[in-house]
C-alpha cells in the first residue's frame, strides 16, 4: 500500500516535470553554449562525449532549427521560452557544432 503511494507520487511528480509544460531557466548574460547545455539540457540529453552533446536528425540540424525546438518544446521536450537572443545564438550553436547528425 505503501509502495503504491510512493509510486503514485513519484508518477505525478514526472508527469509535472516532464511532458509538455515549459522550464522558468533563463539563462545568465554571460552563460557560453555549454554551460546553458549543461545546466538545461543534460538531464535529459546526456552528452555521449566530453566533445559530442547529441546526435541530431537531418531535420534539425540548422541553428534555426534547434532554437525552434528548445523555443517550443514538444510532446515529450520542455519549452525554454526564456533562452533568447544571443544565449539561443550561442546555445544552438554549440549543439550544433558538438551534435553528430543522423544520415
Ligand atoms: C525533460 C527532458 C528534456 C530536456 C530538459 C531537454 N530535452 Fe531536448 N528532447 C527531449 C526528448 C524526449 C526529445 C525527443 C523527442 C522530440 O524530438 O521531441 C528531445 C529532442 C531534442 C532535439 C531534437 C533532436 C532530434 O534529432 O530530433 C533537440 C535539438 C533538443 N532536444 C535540444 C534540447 C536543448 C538544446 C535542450 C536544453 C535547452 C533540451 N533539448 C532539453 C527531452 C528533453
Redesign the pocket.
Known amino acids: 500500500m505503501k509502495k503504491l503511494t510512493l509510486v503514485a507520487a513519484v508518477s505525478t511528480l514526472f508527469i509535472l516535470v ?1 511532458c509538455g509544460g515549459g ?1 522558468d531557466y533563463s539563462p545568465p548574460a554571460d552563460a557560453s553554449g555549454e554551460q ?2 549543461t545546466t ?2 543534460s ?3 546526456k552528452p555521449l562525449s566530453a566533445d559530442k552533446a ?4 537531418a ?2 540540424a540548422s541553428k534555426e532549427a ?1 532554437v525552434k ?2 523555443q517550443s518544446g ?5 519549452a ?1 521560452k526564456n ?1 533568447q537572443g544571443d544565449a539561443a545564438d550561442r ?1 544552438a550553436d554549440y ?1 550544433l557544432k558538438n551534435s553528430e547528425v ?1 544520415k
Open positions: 516532464g522550464r546553458i547545455f538545461a539540457c538531464e535529459c540529453h547529441m546526435i541530431l536528425s531535420s534539425v534547434i525546438k528548445f514538444s510532446m515529450r521536450m520542455p525554454f533562452i546555445l549543439v543522423k
